[in-house]
């Protein structure tokens, strides 16, 4: 028996010595800790990782900073399995694994681990699409300082991200995915800021270059801005750098105190903006005084941020972060100041949005403000992301116009329990005498747009005065809600022999998103012709739909259908099963509670424009408003949460081509 074993080894013996010097495919070795770049705080790490050959791994060892080979104790496979541990220099250190098979062919792999006794903070942040926007999960980050890389990580379903085991010091982030443009974060302080938000957009062509523009950021003759020391005016110049690669022409250069300058509508405040350039590398020597700084700085010279971020035309991102001492001089500093008034939250979630840059120009729509209240909405698209997004609308008012009583900022605070209070934004002070019972009408705003925003989460809000003293208003809470969707459901798509007076029924999916009420209001129009029939409900004004909740005092299981009527010139109640308000019309808009639809008949409100549809005629019909609300019974039914589907068109009367717009041809009978 042995006699035969060793017969058969030596046989197999020369089967692998004929066959090895073909062979000349290497081992793949795979590492899973410690990872390229990481920063580690304590000097000894474990490696863990796998060596994988079509014949046999037979060797494995590691070299630490291109030292002599140390052996690993491994056993002989196809794919082996490897741990050990080595003890780091103080520093970037470079550990190289290897790996070798039967006939010699060597695999290797390299990282980069760095030893900082001091690293002992963390950075996290989450990477979106827009300003408010959604989530882009699967990102590549990088983080570097001092040019050498101490850490690559990849954003969660949710976009979030961590890096750990930080040292003191300025960091740069890179962000990375395809299909998307590049984005950079400069001068990242660590530990000073612990959270990052970091917008990332699709690309504009995914041929083109996806790194960012590299800015020189001057005070206009040459000298940094870096840690400088500035009073009442801020002067700067920014310039793309030529040498470094970009996709031209430039798109956009924003520059702003304090805060990340961007979309005008949630980066600007009443009291504050911030500087804008269209298309050029060059802004010239410019400055940032009056508004531009209100708010910031002290009499004695505080720390601040100016903040620049810059779009080429492949919207690469290029954002930088540079500290410097701001002396604000304004003597409101001295002022004794009152609490803000009647401070009012509301959330915005946007579930269909069109692009950051494609619409300029803002309109309002009506909505119901409260129970038997009407108002506008102001919106301007040029701030609305892509993708299912959410932000707070926060105003208030100061009524106190006294010169002596003016507040020199107004800083916004939000509390998920009313005891801690995070600050999240800081705009200038200021007074005014006229403070509108309509919420969206009041002086004072702020909109935060903080990604860690979530439906169904509640919310407090207040506005705390500063000058010599601090003075906090009330608060105001907002519980946002998620995206909603109300789908068409008949007449339905390409259907034939449709009544020439339909009803067209409407998915109503309140209660399942926590919503007290929906506004409808829906467009029929003639194909052949366009615009010969342009039916629209209530003439303009949307058709509220509300089932049973808690919050809207109606009981469960019954609807009130009601809106503003301009035949009437005022509010008229179609359908009221409870018979709280009117049931002399229990039925004129049937409604289906357990199912969540609504039915609209032709012409129910008497200001169709025709009597009935032609005969064998194709007409279609879409929703031209759909939103869900939530309404605020601690703050006098005020609607403190809105979720927007679809919206007019701010440049035609109907979009038909708008993307995710549902959209549903029917053709009528005899």
């Known amino acids: 028996m042995k006699k035969a074993s060793g017969v058969l080894g030596l046989l197999l013996g020369f089967i692998l010595a004929a066959c090895s010097p073909g062979d000349t495919v290497r081992p793949t070795v795979t590492l899973q800790s410690p990872t390229d770049g990481q920063t580690v705080n304590q000097d000894t790490v474990t490696v863990q990782g796998t060596a994988t050959d079509n014949l046999r791994v037979t060797r494995i060892t590691y070299q630490l900073n291109n030292g002599q080979e140390q052996s690993v104790n491994i056993n002989p496979g196809q794919q082996v ?108 302080l660590v530990p000073e800021m612990g959270s990052i938000t970091v917008i990332q957009k699709p690309a504009f062509d995914q041929n083109l270059s996806t790194t960012p523009a590299t800015l020189i950021i001057t005070d206009g003759s040459g000298s940094p801005l870096d840690n400088g020391n500035f009073t009442n005016t801020i002067p700067f110049q920014v310039q793309v750098d030529p040498s470094q690669d970009f996709v031209k022409p430039m798109r956009y250069i924003y520059v702003a105190l304090g805060r990340t300058p961007g979309s005008a509508f949630l980066t600007s405040t009443a009291t504050s903006g911030r500087r804008i350039f269209i298309e050029t590398e060059d802004t010239g020597p410019q400055n940032l005084s009056g508004a531009f700084v209100a708010g910031f700085g002290s009499a004695s010279g505080e720390r601040v941020y100016l903040e620049v971020v810059a779009y080429d035309f492949n ?61 506008e909405l102001p919106l301007d698209l040029q701030g609305v992301p892509e993708g299912s997004n959410l932000y707070v609308e926060v105003r208030w008012c100061y009524t106190n116009t006294s010169p002596s009583a ?78 909603y969707f109300a789908p068409l459901l008949r007449p339905e798509d390409e259907s034939q022999g449709v009544s020439k007076t339909p009803d067209f029924v409407i998915g109503h999916p309140q209660l399942q998103i926590g919503a007290d009420g929906a506004a409808y209001n829906l467009v029929l129009w003639d194909t052949l012709t366009g615009d010969s029939v342009a039916w629209q409900t209530l ?8 089932f049973g909740t808690q919050g809207n005092g109606i009981p469960d299981g019954e609807a009130l259908v009601y809106g503003f009527h301009p ?62 609300y939530k309404y605020n019974p601690q703050e006098g039914y005020r609607i403190s949460a809105y979720s927007i589907q679809t919206w007019p068109s701010s440049t035609s009367f109907i979009r038909i081509t708008r993307p995710d717009t549902q959209v549903f041809d029917f053709t009528t009978g005899e």
């Open 81 to 188: 399995s490897f741990q050990f541990q080595v003890t780091l220099q103080e520093g970037q250190n470079t550990l190289t694994v290897n790996a070798y098979d039967q006939a010699g062919n060597k695999g290797t792999a390299t990282v980069r681990v760095n030893y900082d006794p001091q690293a002992i903070h963390s950075l996290s942040g989450t990477v979106v699409s827009e300003y408010a926007g959604a989530p882009v999960s699967g990102t590549t980050l990088k983080l570097y300082r001092e040019d050498q890389l101490v850490g690559t990580t990849q954003t969660d379903s949710e976009g979030r991200f961590t890096f750990s085991s930080l040292s003191p010091g300025r960091y740069r982030l890179e962000a990375q995915k395809p299909g998307m443009a590049g984005s950079v974060v400069e001068g990242l």
């Open 315 to 375: 919207l690469n991102r290029s954002h930088y972060l540079i500290p410097l001492t701001f002396v604000n001089t304004s003597t409101a500093q001295n002022n004794t100041v009152d609490a803000p008034t009647s401070v009012a939250a509301t959330a915005i979630t946007l579930s269909q949005a069109v692009g950051f840059f494609n619409v300029k120009a803002p309109f309002t729509l009506t909505v119901p403000l409260g129970r038997n209240q009407m108002g």
């Open 406 to 483: 003016r507040p020199f900022a107004f800083r916004i605070e939000r509390s998920t329990d009313g005891q801690n209070w995070t600050p999240v934004g800081r705009v200038g002070g200021g007074a005014s005498s006229s403070c509108p019972s309509n919420a969206f009408n009041r002086p004072f705003f702020f909109r935060d747009a903080s990604p860690d925003l979530t439906p169904g989460q509640t919310y407090l809000y207040r506005v705390v005065a500063v000058g010599s003293n601090e003075a906090a208003s009330a608060s105001s809470s907002t519980t946002p809600l998620p995206p």
């Open 539 to 546: 003439a303009g004004y949307s058709l509220m739909v509300e």
């Open 567 to 628: 035949g009437v010139g005022n509010l008229v109640i179609f359908t009221d099963t409870a018979g709280l308000l009117d049931p002399s019309k229990p039925n004129a808009v049937p409604v289906n509670v357990p199912q969540g639809t609504v039915t609209m008949p032709y012409n129910f409100d008497g200001l169709a424009q025709l009597p009935q549809l032609q005969t064998l005629r194709t007409y279609a019909w879409q929703l031209y408003v759909s939103h869900a």
